[in-house]
């Protein structure tokens, strides 16, 4: 593994034990040159999965963007981070098991609605409002009526 900050290639695992969640491996690492440490996560790759995109643009499914549009849509929500990384393990272990070597990107979008719609009412609406593209007030008025309707029942 090559350090982050000196980019020196030999760098040696000191500590290594599972996540909380069980999806991953959390290694703490030492470069041998410059002796920084920094954390490095190993996980299970089930398959490689192409997502097509609007377009019929396709490009290899990246966890890293699953986890940055999350974030974005729950920053500043108090949302416990290991929640959201179960719910991010868990679209990633639905589309590398479906059985698809390709999946569109709105399935994806689908799945992690859903998983945001039982977790925070604002976070999933402003997921929707990107998703979906909203391009008026009006539009977050509709969504947001519809989420607070289906609260109730």
């Known amino acids: 593994m090559r350090c982050p900050f000196c980019a020196h290639d030999d760098t040696q695992v000191k500590d290594s034990r599972p996540t909380e969640d069980g999806t991953s491996i959390r290694r703490r690492r030492q470069c041998s040159s410059c ?54 393990s868990g679209i990633q272990r639905q589309v590398e098991t479906s059985g698809e070597a390709e999946v569109p990107s709105s399935h994806i979008g689908e799945l992690v609605m859903e998983g945001l719609r039982q977790i925070d009412s604002v976070a999933y609406i402003r ?9 008026e007030a009006r539009d977050f008025e509709e969504f947001a009526s519809t989420v607070q309707q289906a609260a109730k029942d």
């Open 35 to 88: 002796g920084a440490r920094f954390t490095t996560f190993e996980r299970v790759q089930l398959r490689e999965v192409v997502v097509i995109k609007s377009g019929n643009r396709r490009e290899p499914f990246d966890r890293h963007k699953l986890e940055q549009s999350i974030a974005l849509a729950s920053r500043k929500r108090g949302i416990d981070q290991e929640r959201l990384d179960q719910l991010i």
């Open 127 to 135: 997921f929707a409002s990107v998703y979906r593209d909203f391009s």
